[in-house]
T-cell receptor
């Protein structure tokens, strides 16, 4: 396994469009996380899955955002009716235990024009 | 609430100089975990180290060393004999009872030849 994989790496979309990102975690990791990072800032937590269950969601995750992990493997993050403020890097991470290190993917950079 | 402060926004050094990146954290939990990550220009966060709150031993790994002091709530990171390849943004992060990592705002380190 080569690590956490995210697709696409870059996405440019028009305001109001819907976008979906995919994350494939390290195969033996049952914990998966989504973070958002804007320019010059540290990553901010969005949501967390243990297997297929979404156990925690940040207040940053407005009702336009939805995340799924249907079979406890890959995950998708969808943003509906995108706004310019959604422009950011969306990072996915996975880990094997709740207090161990999380391994991050290379991220999906979203630009809303 | 948890908070991580990295007061140094940017540091610039000349190759072979030693450099220390500061990290101060706030938490009311007695059990917590501290992390350092490196983010090179490619964007992927690379795990460097994890420490738990009960282990105040300092750690050295090659040119990297970490100084954990609970009395001052600090977890500083020193690079000895810096190299150009060390240029990156470095993030300190905190995890407590929940699943999320709380990141600082990062320190941009530039090592000039």
């Amino acid at each position: 396994d080569t690590g956490v994989s995210q697709d696409p790496r870059h996405k440019i979309t028009k305001r109001g469009q819907n976008v979906t990102f995919r994350c494939d975690p390290i195969s033996e990791h049952n914990r998966l996380y989504w973070y958002r990072q804007t320019l010059g800032q540290g990553p901010e937590f969005l949501t967390y899955f243990q297997n297929e269950a979404q156990l925690e969601k940040s207040r940053l995750l407005s009702d336009r955002f939805s995340a799924e992990r249907p079979k406890g493997s890959f995950s998708t993050l969808e943003i509906q009716r995108t706004e310019q403020g959604d422009s950011a890097m969306y990072l996915c991470a996975s880990s094997q235990d709740p207090v161990g290190e999380a391994f991050f993917g290379q991220g999906t950079r979203l630009t809303v024009v | 609430a948890q908070k991580v402060t990295q007061a140094q926004t940017e540091i610039s050094v000349v190759e072979k100089e030693d450099v220390t990146l500061d990290c101060v954290y706030e938490t009311r939990d007695t059990t917590y975990y501290l992390f350092w990550y490196k983010q090179p220009p490619s964007g992927e966060l690379v795990f460097l180290i994890r420490r738990n709150s009960f282990d105040e031993q300092n750690e050295i790994s090659g040119r990297y060393s970490w100084n954990f002091q609970k009395s001052t709530s600090s977890f500083n990171f020193t690079i000895t004999a810096s190299q150009v390849v060390d240029s990156a943004v470095y993030f300190c992060a905190l995890k407590t009872s929940g699943s999320r990592l709380t990141f600082g705002e990062g320190t941009q380190l530039t090592v000039n030849p």
